[in-house]
């Protein structure tokens, strides 16, 4: 047998186990340390601009052609676009998870290259860009400056780029930096066209004296080779090449006259080095600042990220100009750490909690050491075989590990109790005991060991989130409990060996109060199942009843997919009327930090003008607040809590007149999706419109705040922003000989701008951009003041070749695989699920929505849909595996059906105290009940492995060999499981940073293994008997008794 060889050699098997410790003390400094695994799906990002384009303009000629040749690259689980009025397009492709990132650039740059023929060439002077794109963001660093009109934000936004961004770049991990609030310097060529008009002149003629004038020059070398012979010396020739400064852009000519006289830029036109860009702000708590979001690399490790960047800032601090700091303004890393923090704190009482249970169990301090020696080899082991396979520690490897200190005692537990039985009940010297009980339990020990094995083997034939977040903590779990059999069958009964002594006589009051509670208890758990067995019929009508109640209360607790998180912040969106300008927004956002950092439990705002968190875009009416709360150990307070912030932040935003907007917890995944809640995508299949489409999203809005399940519905589309048309006379323009173009051309330079070349500053490249002054393009008869120039040489005015004409339009075009959609976001309502909002969502389209009308998922509810269908399955291969697993184990097809036959009793106590909490089946939740399947076939194979030993070595029958097992069993089974209980007990009662999660998988595992203890294991032996009665064909010898035992021979030490 194989534990004899340690039972004889106790410090070898002492050896074996330091062996794993240290191991996995070693392994612990190179584990990284993340919230959660990589389970967010890679994205690719396709950006590029067209200055002055319309949206209309932008989805017809950019989003068109690449759309069509990106769509359906391999592993793309969907794409989304935007076409903003401010001539941005962005495409983000979005990719299965563990899809390779890098191949998956280089495949979408690939199809954009084949679309590039087709677009604008002004589209293609701007650049077409396709990048990887974290959309995890780690934290953002503000700077803060004491005077702004100093330091204002064009200073503090080009000192970021030239000073921090290179620098913070290269910190390991960091996949990205964004500047929020960016204003890049840019030579801003400011036309007057009044001035124009007097001298001749028009927008084209300054593009074009621009573009002659400010060129690189290269030109060339003296003695070069090849060259005369007793050529001594070679000079590279410069000469003036891109302008600098913005006196040598006003100096530059325009027109020489016919006199001579030149006519130069700055006769025509104001020069300023500006901005590139003013189409958004940023403040930080009310104050003017600018801000980078740090964006983690896939599979990076944002602590170390963060760490990283503080490092680096406080260093480049250094050389900041006086009146200049930074401060971390949004840290991410607050919430990871935090949420490790509670799970260390969880798991460290689960293991005082443990080794108290198995104390009180087996009442001896040298008895008690055998299975809590258990615990570090089993947890600390495993961590080597964590980084052994590139894994980290997270929230669910750690509370793989937090369930595990319950099961990993459980095969040590069943050791020890069996050997004290026999030294007790047949005087045997401690290590013949030893040897004794090992020949019994070896086969359960291994069994229970293949039954938590094989459950979660499915698990790793999940794809997907799901399949990532189950297989961390499957491979926790099952690691652990490998740890702990290989312990139980080496060092534990070579510690039986030494350690163990005959029960004393003598104990103190409360062990001999506990013991005769647990004999009484004994008694009457043998007592009724034996009447149980007798009324057999009955017994398996009770059954039928609570299979059918776990079944029906595993269908009617609402789904979900993860629970909501009190993360640290939140947002808040706000809207204003359409066509409204960036200055009432930053007016709005304003109002909106000093009443957000009025709140109890705020700690900081950062606001951003000019830009919508809900849509991802940059437009002039939007505004958008992220608000950091104060670290969760001083927000004890409920007003303080993350719900009541949300609910004070939403009641003034409601009576808020001038902007529509509303606070939102953020997603569950950072940077699955742009806020908690489902995410609707209405597709326009049938080519109606924009404002058909606006208008099917408002009616399904207006349906949603009708349903009680709903709320916090929002269609962020709008297609009736004011919009002018210029309706121009073609046969006009092209008989007075004006290119078309040239028309196209001066309204794009003067009302957009027109991106003439470019410039050399700071040791970076900027844009040269001539646009009209702010005076000239600020009222619509603006537009009429503009000319051309004719085929004559004469200045033609636009408004003789043009009418306006008012108009509504989108103020952005989105897109979702193909077609124009619109997005709508909602949550459910308290005392609903997810899963319950989407089935509303569905009904209500069916009840809406035309047959010109699609609608698809995406984000988080993308996910959870796809985890839906994988459950099920994975729970009915979870108990085919086991089966499986015991059927070769036992050479039975019987014996493993009387084992699975108790699992419905810890499912319907799983559901039932998760209904009970108000929970949903979310994906932690399913974790537990696929991990009760294992939990409650241990108690089984406790009673039906020793029964099948009776039955076969000493021919019993199936009656008194089930009622022997389940007597002596009884103690093993309840040591085993209130040991895992009460281990399980921090999870349950969980607060703090990541308490949602840890609290469903702890009421899961609570309840069915409560439910499977207290009802369960009356029902193991009589399921035995039912099923060897129906199965088997042995002949079966008549039963001893069928009655209960007298009290005197159930006694047990």
Not at 50 to 70: F, N, R, W
Not at 657 to 664: D, E, I, K, R, V
């Given at each position: 047998?194989?534990?004899?060889?340690?039972?004889?050699?106790?410090?070898?098997?002492?050896?074996?186990?330091?062996?794993?410790?240290?191991?996995?003390?070693?392994?612990?400094?190179?584990?990284?340390?993340?919230?959660?695994?990589?389970?967010?799906?890679?994205?690719?990002?396709?950006?590029?601009?067209?200055?002055?384009?319309?949206?209309?303009?932008?989805?017809?000629?950019?989003?068109?052609?690449?759309?069509?040749?990106?769509?359906?690259?391999?592993?793309?689980?969907?794409?989304?676009?935007?076409?903003?009025?401010?001539?941005?397009y962005t495409l983000t492709v979005t990719f299965e998870v563990g899809t390779d990132i890098d191949m998956a650039t280089v495949l979408v740059q690939n199809r954009v290259s084949i679309?590039?023929?087709?677009?604008?060439?002004?589209?293609?002077?701007?650049?077409?860009?396709?990048?990887?794109?974290?959309?995890?963001?780690?934290?953002?660093?503000?700077?803060?400056?004491?005077?702004?009109?100093?330091?204002?934000?064009?200073?503090?936004?080009?000192?970021?780029?030239?000073?921090?961004?290179?620098?913070?770049?290269?910190?390991?991990?960091?996949?990205?930096?964004?500047?929020?609030?960016?204003?890049?310097?840019?030579?801003?060529?400011?036309?007057?066209?009044?001035?124009?008009?007097?001298?001749?002149?028009?927008?084209?003629?300054?593009?074009?004296?621009?573009?002659?004038?400010?060129?690189?020059?290269?030109?060339?070398?003296?003695?070069?080779?090849?060259?005369?012979?007793?050529?001594?010396?070679?000079?590279?020739?410069?000469?003036?090449?891109?302008?600098?400064?913005?006196?040598?852009?006003?100096?530059?000519?325009?027109?020489?006259?016919?006199?001579?006289?030149?006519?130069?830029?700055?006769?025509?036109?104001?020069?300023?080095?500006?901005?590139?860009?003013?189409?958004?702000?940023?403040?930080?708590?009310?104050?003017?600042?600018?801000?980078?979001?740090?964006?983690?690399?896939?599979?990076?490790?944002?602590?170390?990220?963060?760490?990283?960047?503080?490092?680096?800032?406080?260093?480049?601090?250094?050389?900041?100009?006086?009146?200049?700091?930074?401060?971390?303004?949004?840290?991410?890393?607050?919430?990871?750490?935090?949420?490790?923090?509670?799970?260390?704190?969880?798991?460290?009482?689960?293991?005082?909690?443990?080794?108290?249970?198995?104390?009180?169990?087996?009442?001896?301090?040298?008895?008690?050491?055998?299975?809590?020696?258990?615990?570090?080899?089993?947890?600390?082991?495993?961590?080597?075989?964590?980084?052994?396979?590139?894994?980290?520690?997270?929230?669910?490897?750690?509370?793989?590990?937090?369930?595990?200190?319950?099961?990993?005692?459980?095969?040590?537990?069943?050791?020890?109790?069996?050997?004290?039985?026999?030294?007790?009940?047949?005087?045997?010297?401690?290590?013949?005991?030893?040897?004794?009980?090992?020949?019994?339990?070896?086969?359960?020990?291994?069994?229970?060991?293949?039954?938590?094995?094989?459950?979660?083997?499915?698990?790793?034939?999940?794809?997907?989130?799901?399949?990532?977040?189950?297989?961390?903590?499957?491979?926790?779990?099952?690691?652990?409990?490998?740890?702990?059999?290989?312990?139980?069958?080496?060092?534990?009964?070579?510690?039986?060996?030494?350690?163990?002594?005959?029960?004393?006589?003598?104990?103190?009051?409360?062990?001999?109060?506990?013991e005769r509670i647990l004999d009484s208890s004994r008694r009457g758990y043998v007592g009724l199942a034996t009447r149980l067995i007798r009324r057999l019929a009955i017994a398996m009508?009770?059954?039928?009843?609570?299979?059918?109640?776990?079944?029906?209360?595993?269908?009617?607790?609402?789904?979900?997919?993860?629970?909501?998180?009190?993360?640290?912040?939140?947002?808040?969106?706000?809207?204003?009327?359409?066509?409204?300008?960036?200055?009432?927004?930053?007016?709005?956002?304003?109002?909106?930090?000093?009443?957000?950092?009025?709140?109890?439990?705020?700690?900081?705002?950062?606001?951003?003008?000019?830009?919508?968190?809900?849509?991802?875009?940059?437009?002039?009416?939007?505004?958008?607040?992220?608000?950091?709360?104060?670290?969760?150990?001083?927000?004890?307070?409920?007003?303080?809590?993350?719900?009541?912030?949300?609910?004070?932040?939403?009641?003034?935003?409601?009576?808020?007149?001038?902007?529509?907007?509303?606070?939102?917890?953020?997603?569950?995944?950072?940077?699955?999706?742009?806020?908690?809640?489902?995410?609707?995508?209405?597709?326009?299949?049938?080519?109606?419109?924009?404002?058909?489409?606006?208008?099917?999203?408002?009616?399904?809005?207006?349906?949603?705040?009708?349903?009680?399940?709903?709320?916090?519905?929002?269609?962020?589309?709008?297609?009736?922003?004011?919009?002018?048309?210029?309706?121009?006379?073609?046969?006009?323009?092209?008989?007075?000989?004006?290119?078309?173009?040239?028309?196209?051309?001066?309204?794009?330079?003067?009302?957009?701008?027109?991106?003439?070349?470019?410039?050399?500053?700071?040791?970076?490249?900027?844009?040269?951009?001539?646009?009209?002054?702010?005076?000239?393009?600020?009222?619509?008869?603006?537009?009429?003041?503009?000319?051309?120039?004719?085929?004559?040489?004469?200045?033609?005015?636009?408004?003789?070749?043009?009418?306006?004409?008012?108009?509504?339009?989108?103020?952005?075009?989105?897109?979702?695989?193909?077609?124009?959609?619109?997005?709508?976001?909602?949550?459910?309502?308290?005392?609903?699920?997810?899963?319950?909002?989407?089935?509303?969502?569905?009904?209500?389209?069916?009840?809406?929505?035309?047959?010109?009308?699609?609608?698809?998922?995406?984000?988080?509810?993308?996910?959870?849909?796809?985890?839906?269908?994988?459950?099920?399955?994975?729970?009915?291969?979870?108990?085919?595996f086991v089966f499986l697993f015991l059927a070769a184990q036992y050479e039975s097809w019987a014996t493993p059906l009387a084992v699975l036959l108790s699992v419905p009793f810890a499912?319907?106590?799983?559901?039932?105290?998760?209904?009970?909490?108000?929970?949903?089946?979310?994906?932690?939740?399913?974790?537990?009940?696929?991990?009760?399947?294992?939990?409650?076939?241990?108690?089984?194979?406790?009673?039906?492995?020793?029964?099948?030993?009776?039955?076969?070595?000493?021919?019993?029958?199936?009656?008194?060999?089930?009622?022997?097992?389940?007597?002596?069993?009884?103690?093993?089974?309840?040591?085993?499981?209130?040991?895992?209980?009460?281990?399980?007990?921090?999870?349950?009662?969980?607060?703090?940073?990541?308490?949602?999660?840890?609290?469903?998988?702890?009421?899961?595992?609570?309840?069915?293994?409560?439910?499977?203890?207290?009802?369960?294991?009356?029902?193991?032996?009589?399921?035995?008997?039912?099923?060897?009665?129906?199965?088997?064909?042995?002949?079966?010898?008549?039963?001893?008794?069928?009655?209960?035992?007298?009290?005197?021979?159930?006694?047990?030490?």
């Open positions: 047998m194989f534990s004899i060889f340690f039972i004889r050699r106790p410090i070898f098997a002492s050896v074996v186990s330091f062996f794993v410790v240290i191991l996995g003390l070693v392994s612990i400094p190179a584990l990284p340390i993340e919230q959660t695994p990589n389970i967010t799906p890679p994205t690719v990002q396709v950006t590029t601009s067209y200055p002055g384009a319309s949206p209309e303009v932008l989805a017809q000629t950019i989003a068109m052609p690449i759309e069509k040749e990106v769509n359906g690259v391999d592993d793309m689980i969907y794409m989304s676009s935007m076409c903003s009025n401010d001539g941005r679309a590039e023929p087709k677009l604008p060439e002004e589209v293609k002077r701007q650049g077409v860009t396709t990048q990887k794109q974290s959309t995890n963001m780690v934290m953002v660093v503000s700077l803060l400056a004491e005077d702004t009109e100093r330091y204002d934000a064009i200073y503090q936004s080009n000192f970021i780029d030239t000073k921090l961004v290179d620098s913070l770049k290269r910190v390991p991990g960091v996949g990205g930096v964004t500047v929020f609030g960016a204003k890049n310097y840019g030579m801003r060529i400011w036309l007057d066209p009044a001035r124009l008009k007097a001298r001749g002149l028009t927008t084209g003629d300054v593009l074009n004296a621009i573009r002659e004038q400010n060129v690189q020059v290269a030109a060339g070398q003296i003695g070069a080779p090849p060259t005369t012979e007793g050529t001594e010396f070679t000079y590279t020739i410069n000469t003036l090449g891109r302008l600098a400064e913005a006196s040598e852009y006003e100096d530059m000519i325009v027109k020489v006259g016919a006199d001579g006289s030149l006519v130069r830029i700055r006769d025509v036109a104001r020069v300023e080095l500006g901005a590139d860009n003013y189409g958004q702000s940023m403040t930080f708590d009310g104050r003017v600042s600018i801000g980078m979001g740090i964006y983690q690399l896939p599979g990076a490790n944002a602590l170390s990220i963060a760490e990283g960047v503080q490092a680096q800032m406080e260093e480049l601090a250094g050389s900041f100009p006086p009146g200049l700091t930074f401060t971390i303004a949004y840290d991410s890393t607050r919430f990871i750490e935090a949420s490790i923090d509670e799970v260390f704190s969880s798991l460290l009482i689960a293991v005082l909690l443990v080794v108290l249970t198995v104390y009180v169990f087996l009442q001896d301090l040298r008895t008690t050491l055998i299975p809590s020696a258990t615990i570090p080899v089993s947890l600390i082991g495993t961590l080597f075989v964590m980084n052994a396979l590139g894994m980290s520690i997270n929230t669910l490897s750690l509370f793989g590990i937090v369930l595990a200190i319950g099961i990993v005692v459980d095969d040590a537990i069943v050791v020890v109790e069996n050997t004290m039985r026999i030294i007790d009940e047949e005087k045997l010297p401690a290590k013949e005991a030893t040897a004794k009980a090992m020949g019994q339990i070896t086969g359960p020990v291994v069994a229970t060991t293949l039954v938590l094995l094989a459950v979660f083997v499915p698990t790793a034939m999940m794809a997907g989130i799901t399949g990532r977040l189950y297989q961390q903590f499957a491979i926790t779990i099952s690691v652990a409990t490998v740890f702990s059999s290989v312990n139980a069958l080496t060092l534990s009964p070579a510690l039986c060996g030494i350690l163990l002594r005959p029960t004393p006589e003598k104990r103190n009051f409360f062990f001999r109060g506990f009508v009770l059954y039928a009843a609570f299979l059918g109640g776990a079944v029906f209360g595993f269908m009617k607790v609402p789904s979900g997919f993860l629970p909501d998180e009190d993360q640290g912040f939140v947002f808040v969106n706000a809207m204003l009327p359409e066509g409204a300008s960036l200055e009432r927004s930053q007016a709005v956002l304003a109002y909106l930090e000093e009443n957000l950092l009025a709140i109890p439990g705020v700690e900081h705002t950062i606001g951003i003008g000019g830009y919508s968190f809900l849509d991802g875009v940059n437009t002039a009416n939007a505004a958008s607040v992220i608000v950091t709360l104060d670290p969760w150990e001083d927000r004890t307070e409920v007003e303080q809590s993350v719900a009541s912030i949300l609910a004070r932040a939403n009641g003034f935003l409601h009576s808020y007149q001038p902007a529509a907007g509303f606070a939102f917890s953020p997603p569950p995944i950072s940077g699955l999706g742009n806020a908690g809640g489902f995410e609707y995508k209405l597709e326009d299949r049938g080519g109606v419109g924009p404002l058909q489409l606006e208008q099917f999203a408002n009616d399904l809005v207006l349906g949603g705040f009708q349903d009680p399940v709903l709320g916090r519905m929002n269609n962020s589309f709008r297609a009736s922003t004011p919009q002018l048309y210029l309706q121009l006379d073609r046969e006009k323009v092209k008989r007075l000989g004006i290119p078309l173009q040239t028309v196209f051309d001066t309204l794009q330079a003067n009302l957009g701008s027109a991106y003439a070349n470019d410039f050399n500053a700071f040791g970076r490249t900027y844009k040269v951009m001539v646009q009209a002054d702010l005076a000239y393009r600020d009222r619509v008869d603006d537009i009429a003041r503009l000319e051309v120039r004719n085929a004559a040489g004469d200045m033609v005015p636009l408004s003789t070749l043009l009418a306006v004409e008012d108009q509504v339009g989108p103020r952005t075009i989105f897109r979702y695989n193909n077609y124009p959609s619109a997005t709508i976001t909602g949550a459910a309502n308290p005392g609903y699920s997810s899963g319950q909002a989407i089935q509303a969502m569905a009904a209500l389209s069916e009840r809406t929505l035309s047959s010109s009308m699609g609608y698809e998922w995406s984000g988080t509810t993308y996910q959870e849909l796809k985890a839906g269908s994988d459950t099920i399955k994975t729970f009915g291969l979870a108990l085919l499912i319907l106590g799983g559901v039932a105290l998760t209904a009970a909490r108000g929970m949903d089946n979310n994906v932690y939740t399913q974790i537990g009940f696929v991990m009760l399947i294992g939990l409650a076939a241990k108690n089984a194979i406790m009673i039906v492995e020793f029964a099948k030993q009776q039955v076969d070595e000493e021919g019993v029958s199936f009656v008194d060999a089930a009622i022997e097992g389940a007597r002596l069993r009884y103690r093993a089974i309840l040591m085993t499981a209130f040991s895992f209980l009460l281990g399980v007990i921090p999870l349950v009662i969980a607060s703090g940073a990541g308490a949602g999660s840890r609290r469903s998988l702890g009421t899961a595992v609570f309840g069915g293994m409560l439910v499977a203890t207290i009802v369960g294991i009356f029902w193991i032996p009589v399921l035995y008997v039912f099923v060897m009665k129906v199965f088997s064909r042995k002949p079966q010898p008549a039963a001893a008794s069928t009655s209960p035992p007298p009290a005197g021979a159930t006694a047990e030490a």
